[in-house]
């Protein structure tokens, strides 16, 4: 299996965030990718090629011009003011409050995102434009006839909506990616969510489309980030009705609780018929991740895989979440491993 990676990830590397009421060093870190690309290496999964430039078109194609400009230039005007920390959002628009965009720094942050999770350093805009360009020439390597192709982006982007940053993401990969494919002809694109976070940017990019269907295993969002969206109502609107599938699990959830579900998702995604799957691949769902409350073990990953491939669609995989930086390598690599039956 081909392998798209960046270099420019080490640009973003954010210093801190607020968990349980106390500022702590990030948990998505450069690390994480470093230990991936190293297992990839030592498991000789195949070649690993760098990211094509795209541009900003298929990016805009997904994502909203203003936010798109604020992350852009957002660390020059922060540095502008003297500042040298990290560029972090604090006050959002939410009940009550106007929907109107201010001219302040801190206001269009807080106008753009919908949690503190997403420190803007000096190299952010860099390394998230870089991440895309990893999932476009991961498309671009399906799209020209391979069978399967992981794109190892991060920073992640499954939290992030057509004009909301969130959740350590700033731009949506696998949402570029599906609308690539469908901008090159494609009509029906699957997208398979396994990150233990509902992916609420995902949902709400394509949740009045009937060309993506998006099916997501994640944490109950009752007691579980996002929080706000992700419940098994949530089924699309208008065209889109029917083309939304959220499967939420209880803490605790091991993998037979957990392959019941994907048995579910796949069932669907094989009813919708695509040409083409995506998968966001989040390994957070492990048994020793810091943040989250699931229990799947490394060789869960190897029958995650298998049971992916049993679809039998072109895929192709980009990296999400996963903070157990010492297993992400084993856990995300089993994965592609056991699609490719090793
Ligand atoms: N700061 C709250 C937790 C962010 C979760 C990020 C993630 O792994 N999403 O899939
Ligand atoms: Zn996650």
């Not at 949740?207 to 098994?232: K, N, T, W």
């Not at 991740?289 to 669609?313: Q, V």
Request: glycine share 10%; with cysteine.
């Amino acid at each position: 299996m081909l392998t798209i990676y960046s270099d420019d990830h080490h640009l973003h590397h954010g210093r801190c965030e607020l968990i349980d009421g106390q500022l702590m060093p990030c948990f998505e870190k450069p690390e994480r990718a470093d230990f991936i690309r190293e297992r990839v290496l030592a498991r000789q999964l195949g070649p690993i090629e760098p990211a094509r430039d795209w541009g900003l078109a298929p990016i805009a194609r997904v994502h909203d011009q203003g936010m798109l400009d604020f992350l852009q230039g957002a660390w020059a005007r922060w540095a502008a003011l003297g500042q040298e920390g990290d560029l972090l959002p604090y006050t959002w628009p939410t009940r009550t409050l106007r929907q109107q965009k201010p001219d302040s720094v801190h206001g269009q942050f807080g106008y753009y995102s919908f949690d503190a999770g997403v420190p803007i350093t000096a190299g952010t805009w860099q390394a998230a434009y870089s991440s895309a360009q990893v999932a476009l020439t991961a498309q671009h390597h399906i799209a020209s006839g391979a069978t399967s192709a992981f794109a190892l982006c991060r920073p992640p982007g499954h939290h992030a909506a057509a004009d909301l940053m969130g959740g350590y993401c700033y731009l949506n990969n696998a949402a570029i990616a599906a609308q690539a494919f469908l901008d090159q002809g494609y009509r029906r694109v699957a997208i398979l969510d396994v990150d233990y976070h509902h992916g609420n940017g995902t949902q709400s990019i394509f949740y009045e489309r009937s060309d993506v269907l998006f099916v997501s295993l994640h944490g109950d969002p009752a007691i579980e980030f996002p929080f706000f969206l992700g419940y098994a109502d949530e089924t699309g609107a208008g065209a889109g009705e029917g083309y939304n599938l959220n499967l939420p699990l209880p803490a605790g959830s091991d993998w037979p609780v957990w392959s019941a579900a994907l048995k579910q998702g796949c069932q669907a995604i094989d009813d919708y018929q695509p040409e083409v799957l995506i998968v966001s691949l989040g390994v957070d769902t492990f048994e020793l991740d810091p943040i989250s409350r699931f229990k799947l073990t490394s060789p869960d990953y190897l029958k995650m895989g298998a049971r992916i491939r049993a679809l039998n669609l072109p895929t192709l995989f980009v990296m999400e979440g996963g903070y157990a930086v010492e297993a992400i390598g084993i856990n995300a690599v089993n994965v592609l491993e056991g699609f490719e039956q090793r």
